[in-house]
């Protein structure tokens, strides 16, 4: 099955630092990667939609300068949260599309403390 | 707007029993999907089962099944012979048919934590 890493599974990090993490589609090529933030015990909240070579859609409430996506591969995309704050601190989650599918497959999340 | 509701934030079962955890969605798309995804302690989020709009016939994998009915935006999940390894909890999730398979949005409801009774 298809299989999606995310790099660093857990971050601590100070506030006013920037933090960048990585989501990988190791074993087939993803047009569309989505990336989710996950507060504890609640639902995942889109953030962003990054399509490869083109820029990402924010969710209406979310800062794009604050949380910058590149999807510059059709294996890669990176979100860095940049300047980060206490309230920045949750679980991140990306996913990726197969090509030509409505099939989404879920990283395992990084857990980002900002201190 | 897209919703999804999860009325049930927490259910348990016996081992071996049947329990149905519910869902409720509104969306003014004609074609869309629906999804029970599982997301176990290790917090990595694992496809269930998928129901298409379209299809009149519920979709069954194994010992999950759903009951889908469209006119009442309803969307069950009926796990049967439960098991330890289903504990966990499960989020339904709706995303509406995009023809161009270009921007689209997976909305969740906010979950049900399944506990299984030894």
């Known amino acids: 099955g298809a299989v999606v890493s995310q790099h660093p599974s857990r971050v601590i990090c100070k506030s006013g630092t920037s933090v960048k993490i990585e989501c990988r589609s190791l074993?087939?090529?993803?047009?569309?990667m989505f990336w989710y933030r996950q507060f504890p015990k609640q639902s995942l909240m889109l953030m962003a939609t990054?399509?490869?070579?083109?820029?990402?859609?924010?969710e209406q409430g979310v800062e794009k300068d604050k949380f910058l996506i590149n999807h510059a591969s059709l294996t890669l995309s990176t979100l860095t949260v940049t300047s980060a704050h206490p309230e920045d601190s949750s679980f991140y989650i990306c996913?990726?599309?197969?090509?030509?599918?409505?099939?989404?497959?879920f990283g395992p999340g990084t857990r980002l403390t900002v201190t | 707007a897209q919703t999804v509701t999860q009325s049930q934030p927490e259910m348990s079962v016996q081992e071996a029993e049947t329990v149905t955890l519910s869902c409720t969605y509104d969306?003014?798309?004609?074609?869309?999907?629906l999804f029970w995804y599982k997301q176990p302690p290790s917090r990595q989020m694992i496809l269930v089962i998928r129901?298409?709009?379209?299809?009149?016939q519920n979709a069954t994998e194994n010992r999950f099944s759903v009951n889908f009915q469209k006119a009442a935006k309803s969307f069950s999940l009926k796990i049967s012979d439960s098991q330890l390894g289903d504990a966990a909890m499960y989020f339904c999730?709706?995303?509406?048919?995009?023809?161009?398979?270009?921007?689209?949005?997976?909305?969740f409801g906010t979950g049900t934590r399944l506990t299984i009774i030894p």
């Open positions: 999730a709706l995303k509406t048919y995009l023809s161009n398979f270009g921007n689209e949005k997976l909305t």
């Open positions: 969306t003014s798309e004609s074609d869309y999907y």
């Open positions: 074993d087939f090529q993803a047009t569309t």
């Open positions: 990054s399509n490869e070579g083109s820029k990402a859609t924010y």
């Open positions: 129901q298409e709009a379209y299809k009149q």
């Open positions: 996913s990726a599309r197969v090509v030509m599918s409505y099939e989404q497959y």
